[in-house]
């Protein structure tokens, strides 16, 4: 490389984190939104459903979305930080149920030096049990949803759960978290997700967030068979992922790598490409891209 050529890469790199500083800043400064209601759907403290009605004056039988928030699995981000989004939904006529799990400790891993992502099992059995309480929780927190249309959504490592939750019914048979039919879902919209589990342990996302929610080499060969959504392929659940061009924590490679395995498997996966966008302004209220992505969900659910 010339340069010439090594001085306008670094540039665009300078570019290119100075916009995804300026973009999570954005994010994280829009103040939480309170829900109508919370709902517990398990004991433990983080396994409860924010409820968010649509706004007066939309049409009734609103759609349904359900939300799952990322931060890689790790305790330090919770869904608060997602309540801005949820709020923007509901202007747009959405009713939206805002799903906690538990996720990984703050403290290190034992002979580890950063926090834990996610844990094993615990992250899947929350997800799974709250889609399956979500039926009744709605039908009693937000009567003026229509359960029909109801969608399933997430951002990052909630992406990853979200296309998981939308794939439990294909899991392997001797999988707990398996359900005996097919979830009554209008499909999924997984936004820059964690969606292809190999890909973005190549890739170090989120600092190994993932080998970290897995475990060991060895663990991760047989629980990926369970956790990774590209493993989980057709699910024959429409299915569209929202992915920047520009993002830096969840390259675009890992939603190119779902979308590859989709096709391979027989499923066409919708991809929703977003030129000069990073990883936030898909759940920024103050976003153009925040716009795309109620319009991919309106489309599955309405």
Not at 85 to 99: E, I
Not at 186 to 195: E, N, Q, T
Not at 225 to 233: G, H, S
Request: aromatic fraction near 6%; hydrophobic fraction near 45%; include cysteine.
């Amino acid at each position: 490389m010339s340069d010439s050529a090594a001085r306008d890469s670094d540039a665009a790199t300078r570019e290119a984190v100075a916009r995804d500083a300026a973009e999570t800043e954005s994010l994280f400064s829009h103040p939480p939104v309170a829900p109508r209601s919370t709902a517990a759907y398990g004991s433990h403290p983080d396994q409860v459903v924010d409820f968010h009605p649509p706004r007066a004056g939309s049409r009734p039988g609103a759609p349904l979305v359900v939300l799952l928030h990322g931060g890689a699995w790790r305790d330090r981000v919770d869904r608060q930080h997602v309540t801005p989004f949820a709020d923007f939904l509901t202007r747009r006529g959405f009713a939206v149920a805002n799903v906690e799990y538990r996720r990984g400790s703050e403290l290190p891993q034992q002979r580890g030096s950063g926090p834990v992502a996610g844990r094993w099992p615990e992250t899947f059995d929350d997800v799974a049990a709250a889609l399956d309480a979500m039926p009744a929780l709605a039908a009693r927190e937000l009567p003026e949803a229509d359960p029909r249309r109801t969608v399933v959504t997430g951002h990052s490592a909630g992406g990853h759960l979200a296309l998981w939750a939308a794939a439990r019914h294909v899991l392997p048979a001797d999988s707990p978290w398996r359900p005996a039919t097919v979830p009554p879902l209008r499909g999924v919209v997984a936004l820059a997700p964690i969606a292809d589990l190999a890909t973005a342990v190549e890739q170090n996302v989120c600092s190994g967030a993932v080998r970290q929610l897995l475990g060991t080499e060895a663990d991760f060969a047989i629980r990926a068979r369970y956790a990774d959504p590209a493993a989980l392929l057709p699910t024959g659940i429409a299915t569209t992922v929202v992915q920047g061009t520009t993002d830096l924590t969840v390259p675009q490679s890992v939603a190119e790598a779902f979308v590859d395995a989709a096709a391979k498997a027989g499923e066409l996966v919708g991809l929703t490409l977003l030129p000069d966008v990073g990883h936030f302004p898909l759940i920024d209220p103050s976003a153009d891209a925040c716009a795309v992505v109620a319009e991919e969900l309106a489309q599955l659910a309405w």
